[in-house]
């Protein structure tokens, strides 16, 4: 090395000023100093590892020059630092030689390295202390107020040739992070005098004569644990630079915006999440995102997997495709559930509003706010659905920030108030919330959430659709629906009518985004009505078939509902595109009769006090008995239940005997909050009114109670489950018991306990419990999940509040103790089980009956007549209503009926088809840009950077001092509320990528990002010298950043580089914008549209009324509009509205006739008051006409 290197600094061109980050500085002045100098005079600031470092910079050459022989006087290098002592340490340093604050103070700043950098640079300076070529000194200020203030250097070569530099004085802590300097470099052979300047300054600060500082050597102890870092060798070669910082920058910056990429973006969310998606939910995703901001419902079946489409949409959304503020809205007791779903599954953190003045995040850290609207401004809220549906609410609702994304789960309480086909306008307070925000503007989108979207009546989903947006005939009034269904169910059929066939057509005409009817059917256009009609009447059957199911694909319902069942999944297993069919249900009933005469006149003596008071009850108000339905049902569940309901029931006839107001509690109130909800009723406890009856019934209650205590451990009912559960649990799997009641939960775990010992645990509405010993423990439902996944729990006793949202696939059996109110529910408890992601093949479902009984006699109705417990019922749902309505006693029990409303819904084309479902779509799994396997490289890439990981875990990962960890594996998420995935959706992260990136760099990865409101583009590219190469993954770009020589990429070619890429995301991100507001004003068109469609109707159907037989319906329309009545009035205001008259077809006259034809006189009377039209003109669409 000495025979080639430069002898003189005469020979390098320096620069007179020079700003350059840390890594140019060694480049263009350290190292050619270096090379050059046998002394090295230098003047930093405090005395720390940053600062020594930075002092340290090109020291390799220096020291090859020393190991070569090229430089022999010592010490070669003096080093002067400066340290702030308090005025009394100072004088105590200088009168009695006391150096131990100066001591203590030094070794607090030296502190650790905070990069691979600094720790090479700082063993260079310690192998030339140890050696002798370096000495050191420290300068204090005399007065102990301030420090040294001078930065500067002097390389000086064999000729005593000198290059001086000076700084701006900057070496703070700040200064030197950011590895940015400003220096002014001057000669000795052309600026003597500044050498001169500099060259006596350090004399003078060296030699301690300076009348402002005092300078002492560096105390031993410092000088001994700086020289604890110096290698055995000589460190010849310079610690490589800013190079791992900046390859881990790129690395990251990479990683972080691969989300926000359009090509490859959407699927690098996906990859990122915790989640890994089944193939129906990559379709559902993949399809939701792509037509934002057209709404969708989900509706797949309990178990599917529906809440993970949506947060995996959700996340893409968020990655710069319309989304940037999101309200979700699940019900009260879901919303920790959601939370804990959204962290788990999407990686989001989102908090949760709790009471009127808190928001709660998912680590449990609680935020106070001033009110809701201040709640309401976060970007993303968890609100529950209750408290955004109150009327006091809403002017707040309203007046916050509009909303990119609305997400209600459990859509389907988002319903008519009346369930009257007519009664469009009347919506509950849900319902009408969601009309509101979306008719206000006040959310731009919506995505709604609900296994069962018809509960009773058929038109519930389009009024869903319609909050989506979706408008036009098809939401002009529900008869256009009616017909399309009934006229495909007569194509099929072979009956269709000519005049239905040319309906259709115009109905297909009218339907935006109607794919084209399949080639091999050879059907005339839609446009040409009365050739397609002819077209279809002459198909043969096969053909019939096919053109039924192109028609269906065509209603907005299809397009706008993504429907997965347990049928999707098993076409998807017959295409090979998964491991395993989904599983069977093995549903046996068990009914039981009381062993023991004890307890069968127990129940009977029961059953008759319930009766009686029922029916005097109902005698006195129609209503007032429901509450004994209560005593009914918990009889039925168990001796404790029934036990502590007659006791509240005394307690409450002894507040009447005496008269006091009784307390609330004496009504069973988890049974009574289920029942008003069933019934849209206030429940009283219905007691007697007067001491006298009250004393009466007491008699009787305590007379019940005195026989059910004599019982004593008598219970039929509980020996039968234990039997049950030691059968299903014997080839060892786990069991779920479900109980609609958390007194007889209790009771039920503690009589198991026997049998399976700690083994049993339970969940309700209260959370878990574990077995400790001879009691129970709270748990959480995370503990509760994985005690059962891990097999420490065999026998898990629950209430319906784990029917609720709780995975439980680890089970692989469920007994039903007591069956729900609501045969509903009856899915909700099996779904925990029969879930994605359960392994066994076959799962029992053993339902407990008393032989006899209504529950016996509605249930095996509904399962004999409508698959109840083998399949989700679907169109079946009114059956189920009307169920519920015998289980409560509104209705007499009656199998037959319900086989009567099982068959006529089959024979309902429209109900049949309110749960239209997905046909499977195989789609190939797109590889993200970035993987969940690259985070062990980030992670490994951070090493040296100045920025800490430490390994909390094999797979958790903490990011310095902060709440942020990440994880290597994304099951590992579960393990802390702290837990992450490297995510570009987390702001964390991002924060900890600006320590990485500095400013300044020019690196060749070329990340250039444009935005708009909710709508966000990054452009990517390597550039080498002049050429701009893509990088197509993670993969390709750890292949380049390797093999980086360190260089910044020449400033010209750089912004040249940088302006390309950002002219072309602004034009992707404008597009994004002008399709956006294209799909705005298509959805306001459509709305527009289907609200003067209704108000046509009704006006037609009105004219026709009062005069069946006119040809010219505007002509009436005019004289009826010239009267001097109410309905002039009306039709003034239609004429106002419709901005003149309306063009009449002969299609929609012959339509009207038959309207009016299938109209009792009646009927006819009724429509003359003119109701109908003045509902057309109130319709709340109208409000969107601005």
Not at 46 to 66: E, T
Request: charge should be negative; proline fraction near 6%.
């Amino acid at each position: 090395m000495s025979s080639t290197a430069p002898s003189s600094l005469r020979e390098f061109a320096w620069p007179r000023f020079l700003r350059a980050p840390d890594g140019q500085l060694v480049a263009r002045l350290y190292e050619p100093g270096l090379r050059c100098a046998v002394r090295y005079d230098r003047c930093c600031a405090y005395f720390s590892s940053s600062v020594l470092a930075a002092a340290a910079s090109g020291f390799g050459a220096f020291i090859q020059r020393i190991v070569d022989g090229a430089i022999t006087k010592k010490p070669a290098l003096r080093l002067l630092v400066n340290e702030e002592l308090a005025e009394l340490d100072v004088r105590a340093l200088l009168d009695a030689g006391d150096d131990t604050p100066l001591i203590d103070a030094l070794l607090a700043r030296l502190g650790t390295p905070e990069t691979a950098l600094q720790k090479g640079r700082l063993e260079m300076l310690a192998w030339l202390a140890r050696e002798g070529w370096l000495e050191m000194k420290v300068g204090v200020m005399r007065q102990g107020d301030g420090i040294l203030h001078a930065k500067f250097g002097l390389f000086v070569d064999a000729a005593e040739d000198a290059v001086i530099f000076a700084g701006s004085g900057n070496e703070s802590a700040k200064g030197i992070r950011g590895n940015y300097e400003k220096l002014e470099i001057s000669r000795s052979w052309d600026d003597p005098e500044r050498h001169a300047h500099f060259r006596d300054e350090f004399e003078l600060l060296w030699s301690g004569d300076d009348p402002a500082v005092v300078t002492v050597s560096l105390p031993d102890a410092v000088r001994d644990e700086l020289i604890k870092l110096a290698p055995e060798a000589p460190p010849v070669s310079e610690p490589e630079d800013n190079r791992r910082r900046q390859r881990a920058a790129m690395l990251w910056g990479y990683a972080l915006e691969a989300p926000y990429m359009p090509d490859g973006g959407a699927a690098t969310c996906d990859a990122m999440a915790p989640v890994t998606l089944w193939p129906h939910q990559r379709h559902v995703v993949a399809e939701t995102a792509a037509a934002w901001p057209e709404g969708r419902l989900l509706c797949d079946e309990v178990g599917m997997g529906k809440t993970v489409e949506a947060i995996l949409t959700l996340r893409r959304l968020l990655a710069g495709r319309g989304v940037k503020r999101a309200l979700i809205l699940p019900p009260a007791n879901l919303l920790p559930q959601w939370q804990g779903e959204l962290r788990e599954k999407g990686g989001l953190r989102v908090p949760r509003m709790e009471g009127p003045k808190t928001l709660v995040w998912p680590d449990g850290t609680k935020q106070a706010v001033s009110s809701l609207a201040e709640a309401l401004e976060e970007p993303l809220l968890l609100l529950s659905r209750e408290t955004a549906r109150s009327e006091g609410n809403l002017p707040t609702l309203m007046a916050a920030t509009p909303w990119d994304l609305v997400l209600l789960d459990e859509g389907h309480a988002a319903r008519r108030a009346s369930q009257i086909e007519g009664e469009f306008n009347a919506p509950t307070l849900l319902l009408g919330l969601l009309r509101h925000m979306q008719m206000k503007g006040q959310a731009r989108s919506f995505m709604i959430l609900s296994a069962t979207p018809m509960q009773t009546h058929p038109w519930e989903p389009w009024d869903l659709l319609q909050v989506l947006g979706e408008g036009g005939l098809w939401l002009s009034g529900f008869h256009i629906v009616r017909r399309f269904h009934e006229a495909l169910a007569s194509l099929d059929r072979g009956t269709l009518p000519r005049s239905e066939g040319m309906a259709l057509a115009r109905t297909l005409a009218a339907t935006p985004h109607c794919p084209p009817a399949p080639a091999s059917l050879g059907l005339p256009p839609i446009d040409d009505a009365d050739a397609f009609a002819k077209a279809l009447r002459f198909l043969p059957a096969a053909s019939r078939q096919d053109a039924v199911r192109w028609m269906r694909v065509c209603s907005p319902l299809v397009r706008r509902m993504h429907r997965n069942t347990r049928r999707t999944l098993r076409k998807y297993f017959e295409m090979g595109l998964l491991d395993r069919p989904p599983p069977t249900r093995d549903v046996k009933d068990d009914p039981f009769g009381f062993e023991t005469a004890e307890e069968r006149e127990v129940y009977e003596a029961v059953t008759s006090y319930i009766d009686r008071r029922f029916n005097e009850l109902e005698n006195q108000k129609p209503g007032k008995g429901f509450v004994m339905t209560i005593y009914r049902r918990r009889a039925a569940s168990s001796p404790v239940a029934l036990r502590k309901s007659l006791e509240r029931r005394a307690t409450g006839l002894k507040a009447v005997i005496a008269q006091h107001a009784p307390d609330p509690s004496v009504l069973d109130i988890e049974d009574a909050q289920e029942l008003e909800d069933l019934l849209n009723v206030k429940l009283t406890s219905a007691l007697p009114e007067t001491p006298k009856e009250a004393r009466a019934e007491l008699v009787e209650v305590e007379e019940l109670l005195e026989r059910i205590a004599a019982l004593g451990a008598l219970d039929t009912k509980r020996d039968r489950l234990v039997a049950r559960t030691k059968q299903l649990t014997g080839d060892g799997r786990a069991v779920l018991i479900f109980t609609g009641y958390s007194d007889t939960m209790v009771y039920l775990r503690d009589a198991l306990v026997g049998a399976f010992g700690a083994s049993v645990a339970s969940y309700s509405g209260e959370g878990g419990a574990l077995r400790s010993g001879n009691g129970w423990v709270p748990a959480s439902k995370e503990v509760v999940t994985k005690a059962l996944r891990d097999g420490t729990i065999k026998v898990l006793v629950c209430t319906d509040a784990a029917s609720e949202g709780l995975n439980l696939q680890a089970a692989g059996a469920l007994v039903n103790f007591d069956l729900p109110w609501n045969p509903s529910k009856v899915e909700q408890r099996i779904g925990r089980i029969d879930r994605i992601g359960q392994e066994l093949p076959i799962l029992p479902v053993v339902n407990l009956y008393l032989k006899h009984s209504i529950d016996e006699r509605v249930y095996k109705a509904l399962a004999s007549r409508c698959g109840l417990f083998e399949t989700f019922v679907g169109p079946m749902q009114p059956v189920l209503s009307q169920a519920l309505r015998m289980l409560i006693g509104r209705e007499e029990v009656d199998e037959e009926a319900l086989g009567r409303a099982a068959d006529e819904i089959r024979a309902n084309p429209t109900l049949m088809q309110a749960f239209p479902e997905d046909e499977p779509v195989p789609m190939a799994v797109e590889a993200g840009l970035v993987l969940a396997s690259d985070t062990e490289a980030l992670l490994a890439a951070l090493d040296g950077t100045g920025v800490r990981v430490t390994s909390e875990s094999n797979a958790l990962h903490r990011i310095g001092d902060g709440p942020l960890c990440l994880v290597t594996h994304p099951s590992a998420i579960t393990t802390s509320a702290e837990a992450a995935c490297v995510d570009g959706l987390d702001q964390r992260q991002h924060t900890m990528h600006r320590l990485l990136q500095q400013p300044g760099e020019r690196l060749p990865l070329l990340l250039v990002s444009a935005e708009a409101g909710a709508f966000r583009v990054t452009l990517c590219a390597w550039l080498e010298g002049a050429s701009i190469q893509e990088v197509s993954s993670f993969s390709d770009l750890k292949v380049l950043v390797t093999s980086w020589d360190g260089q910044n990429v020449p400033t010209g070619a750089w912004q040249t580089a940088c302006a390309k890429l950002r002219i072309a995301a602004q034009s992707k991100v404008a597009k994004m914008v002008q399709q956006f507001e294209a799909g705005d004003r298509t959805k306001a068109v459509a709305q527009n549209e289907a609200v003067r469609l209704r108000l046509i109707d009704e006006l037609g159907r009105l004219l026709i009324c009062f005069e069946p037989d006119t040809d010219d319906l505007n002509g009436k329309f005019y004289r009826l509009a010239s009267e001097q009545t109410p309905t002039a009035h009306r039709l003034q205001n239609v004429f106002e509205r419709l901005g003149g008259y309306p063009d009449w077809e002969g299609h929609h006259i012959a339509d009207l006739r038959e309207f009016r034809e299938n109209l009792g006189p009646s009927q006819v009377k009724s429509r003359l008051t003119g109701r109908e039209l003045d509902a057309a003109l109130a319709d709340p669409r109208w409000a969107d006409q601005g």
